[in-house]
């Protein structure tokens, strides 16, 4: 989310907490009839109450949501985004993309490779976060300042067909490239690559190979070009943070529609 999103979603936040303050402090003067003689008429006028104020908040609920979805779609492009339009011209990499999952894969042929790379939105929510407190304790954002790229961890799988194993990358994505942090290689090739509970249980007792920055620098410079030439290159990184964007700003007018209508019903 944007940080001018946070911001108000921090003072809906504080105005909600102050509501329920009034509530609980409403609902005590209204509980003390209750030992009195006139038990009935103030549980009537108790429940009367109770419910009228829920429904009127309800209603309240239901505007904000509209009024935050209605801003959402106005700053989102209604039409598919030009960057996207340009990936998937250039028949390279398919974009597997669930709604309302958080983790996104482009996978790929490459010879007799398959070629698989996965990222989460849930790492751009938490760098937006933690941007925005450090504006909340001072820091002020200038409009001189460059665009902002948040980091997104990836992780690459490559498996051959009619082969066993399974080569795994994992890396971080930055300011239009790749920094990898190390390569593991699994016999089994779906302890590799599945995402199930048993597999990752698997791989925890795995050694999962050196820290990338450890080994010879010509092996270095060597996997680099093993990555870059299927694909693995500063052009995709340039498009991950921008389609996690994409992404998360889809999915939060997604929820702003499911919530909202949940409320309203």
Same mark, same amino acid.
């Given at each position: 989310?944007? %940080?001018?999103? %946070?911001? &108000?979603?921090?003072?809906? !936040?504080?105005?909600?907490?102050?509501?329920?303050?009034?509530?609980? &402090?409403?609902?005590?003067?209204?509980? $003390?009839?209750?030992?009195?003689? @006139?038990?009935?008429?103030? @549980?009537?006028?108790?429940?009367?109450?109770?419910?009228?104020?829920?429904?009127?908040?309800?209603?309240? $609920?239901?505007?904000?949501?509209?009024?935050?979805?209605?801003?959402?779609?106005?700053?989102?492009? !209604?039409?598919?985004?030009?960057?996207?339009?340009?990936?998937?011209?250039?028949?390279?990499?398919?974009?597997? +993309?669930?709604?309302?999952?958080?983790?996104?894969?482009?996978? &790929?042929?490459?010879?007799?490779?398959?070629?698989?790379?996965?990222?989460?939105?849930?790492?751009?929510?938490?760098?937006?976060?933690?941007?925005?407190?450090?504006?909340?304790?001072?820091?002020?954002?200038?409009?001189?300042?460059?665009?902002?790229?948040?980091?997104?961890?990836?992780?690459?799988?490559?498996?051959?067909?009619?082969?066993?194993?399974? $080569?795994?990358?994992?890396?971080?994505?930055?300011?239009?490239?790749?920094?990898? +942090?190390?390569?593991?290689?699994?016999?089994?090739?779906?302890?590799?690559?599945?995402?199930? %509970?048993?597999?990752d249980w698997k791989r925890r007792g795995l050694y999962?190979?050196?820290?990338? +920055?450890?080994? +010879?620098?010509?092996?270095?410079?060597?996997?680099?070009?093993?990555?870059?030439?299927?694909?693995?290159?500063?052009?995709?990184?340039?498009?991950?943070?921008?389609?996690?964007?994409?992404?998360?700003? &889809?999915?939060?007018?997604?929820? $702003?529609?499911?919530?909202?209508?949940?409320?309203?019903?």
């Amino acid at each position: 989310m944007s %940080a001018i999103r %946070a911001l &108000r979603q921090a003072a809906g !936040s504080s105005s909600r907490t102050l509501a329920a303050r009034a509530s609980t &402090r409403s609902f005590a003067r209204a509980a $003390l009839p209750a030992f009195r003689s @006139t038990v009935a008429p103030a @549980t009537r006028a108790f429940s009367v109450s109770a419910r009228r104020f829920g429904e009127a908040a309800d209603v309240i $609920l239901a505007q904000k949501l509209a009024e935050e979805l209605q801003y959402e779609k106005e700053a989102a492009a !209604s039409a598919e985004p030009d960057f996207l339009k340009g990936f998937k011209a250039q028949g390279v990499w398919q974009i597997e +993309d669930v709604t309302g999952n958080d983790e996104v894969a482009l996978t &790929r042929k490459f010879g007799n490779e398959n070629v698989r790379l996965m990222f989460s939105i849930a790492d751009i929510q938490a760098e937006q976060e933690a941007e925005f407190e450090e504006l909340e304790e001072g820091e002020e954002a200038s409009e001189d300042q460059p665009a902002h790229s948040y980091p997104i961890r990836c992780s690459f799988a490559i498996t051959k067909n009619g082969t066993p194993g399974a $080569l795994t990358i994992d890396a971080m994505c930055q300011d239009g490239t790749f920094v990898t +942090d190390n390569i593991s290689f699994y016999p089994d090739a779906k302890v590799g690559t599945e995402l199930t %509970a048993e597999a990752d249980w698997k791989r925890r007792g795995l050694y999962i190979g050196p820290q990338f +920055d450890t080994l +010879d620098v010509s092996v270095q410079e060597e996997f680099e070009k093993f990555l870059t030439e299927r694909g693995i290159n500063d052009s995709l990184a340039l498009f991950i943070p921008e389609y996690a964007e994409f992404k998360e700003q &889809r999915e939060y007018v997604g929820w $702003l529609q499911s919530v909202k209508k949940f409320i309203e019903v």
